[in-house]
T-cell receptor, first 113, second 112 residues
């Protein structure tokens, strides 16, 4: 049973481009969470999704950020028109049920130049 | 409100015990977690404790929970250089869908 898979591991984007971050949860896990870790900081919750539904997006910036978890395929975190302040590590976690331990992927390190 | 606080740095000598402390504010949290992050890596779940427990021991790790003071600690016995990492404490507030609220992380440095 593979762990949570995130790709790419490293992503470099120029200001104004789009960034797409992918997360494949562990097999059998239907709950996906995205977190952002800014340099020298802890992880901050962004969004919680179940298959085809956004359950809680209270941590998502109001503009340029969106997330989806389609019926088939990985969860995608999309950042449009990236700015330097978006440079961070983005982690995805999955769990089989709500309120149970979550398993984290290795993260995608986004650098905006 | 939801807030988790940790001290930022801890330095110990190899073979000593390390104690990493954490305070949290949401008394409704049912589970409290400790994660380890090595440089450039993801988060590894080390251990967790259910809120109705006072203590949990797992090999070199001991977790103590003081619910009255909302204080959580992680003790690592016989600390090794491979334990050097950032340690995050986290809580899942009740009825919040399972999202984790993290502390800022404590950077543990183990000197030979």
């Amino acid at each position: 049973n593979a762990g949570v898979m995130q790709n790419p591991r490293h992503l470099v984007r120029r200001r104004g481009q789009e960034a797409r971050l992918r997360c494949s949860p562990m097999k059998g896990h239907s709950h996906v969470y995205w977190y952002r870790q800014l340099p020298e900081e802890g992880l901050k919750f962004m969004v919680y999704l179940q298959k085809e539904n956004i359950i809680d997006e209270s941590g998502m910036p109001k503009e340029r950020f969106s997330a989806e978890f389609p019926k088939e395929g990985p969860s995608i975190l999309r950042i449009q028109q990236v700015v330097r302040g978006d440079s961070a590590a983005y982690f995805c976690a999955s769990s089989p049920y709500q309120n149970t331990e979550a398993f984290f992927g290795q993260g995608t390190r986004l650098t905006v130049v | 409100g939801e807030d988790v606080e940790q001290s930022l740095f801890l330095s110990v000598r190899e073979g000593d015990s390390s104690v990493i402390n954490c305070t949290y504010t949401d008394s409704s949290s049912t589970y409290l977690y400790w994660y380890k992050q090595e440089p450039g890596a993801g988060l590894q779940l080390l251990t967790y404790i259910f809120s109705n427990m006072d203590m949990k021991q797992d090999q070199r790790l001991t977790v103590l929970l003081n619910k009255k003071d909302k204080h959580l600690s992680l003790r690592i016995a016989d600390t090794q250089t491979g334990d050097s990492a950032i340690y995050f404490c986290a809580e899942i507030p009740y009825n919040q869908g399972g999202k984790l609220i993290f502390g800022q992380g404590t950077e543990l440095s183990v000197k030979p």
